[in-house]
């Protein structure tokens, strides 16, 4: 087995000093998952679909802003809450939550930067098998009949988004859509 040399050091900032290929190879390896994770935290977010605006604000706030490290602004308006990373995380996507008349969450976009950090978050999405998403189309999947939620992509994406949508369909209704 090979032997790696790890040097810790007492200099301010990092003490912790390692050149050997290995160590860089773990570095790599760490950041890569930093940001995979980073990328597919947000994915969970459909969870916020149906929950009254006052728990989607705290759940953001505690996301987004703890302990007063601000992250993200949460701008608040009537019936729309908008999440923007600060400027020294640009690259994380901006999120946009709907409420209905009563208050609940009804619809969540994601607009990102690119296409393929689309890609990557909408893949991380579709991931999720407690939803069994199903594509019905080049712009649209929904989920199973019982959770009631629908993705859809713009057939004009310019702004690289895609949105989580409460939908109130019937039996009937979802079986046509799901139809070969």
């Not at 000093?17 to 160590?23: F, L, R």
């Not at 995979?36 to 604000?57: A, C, D, H, M, W």
């Not at 996301?63 to 729309?80: E, H, M, V, W, Y």
């Not at 895609?162 to 009937?172: A, G, N």
């Amino acid at each position: 087995m090979p032997k790696v040399k790890v040097q810790f050091s007492a200099s301010h900032g990092s003490n912790y000093i390692c050149s050997t290929p290995v160590c860089n190879i773990m570095k790599r390896g760490f950041f890569t998952l930093l940001t995979f994770l980073l990328l597919i935290s947000p994915v969970y977010s459909q969870g916020y679909i149906n929950l009254k605006r006052t728990e989607v604000i705290s759940t953001l706030k505690k996301k987004f802003q703890p302990a007063g490290n601000n992250q993200a602004t949460i701008s608040l308006l009537k019936d729309t809450v908008k999440v923007i990373p600060a400027d020294n995380r640009a690259n994380e996507p901006v999120y946009i939550y709907l409420f209905d008349e009563s208050g609940r969450c009804k619809s969540e976009t994601i607009m990102t930067r690119c296409d393929s950090c689309l890609t990557g978050l909408l893949q991380a999405a579709l991931a999720q098998k407690k939803y069994e998403w199903k594509k019905i189309n080049e712009n649209q999947y929904i989920s199973k009949f019982e959770d009631k939620l629908m993705i859809e992509l713009p057939p004009e994406n310019p702004n690289h988004s895609f949105s989580f949508l409460r939908v109130e369909w019937t039996r009937k209704l979802y079986d046509l859509l799901i139809k070969d």
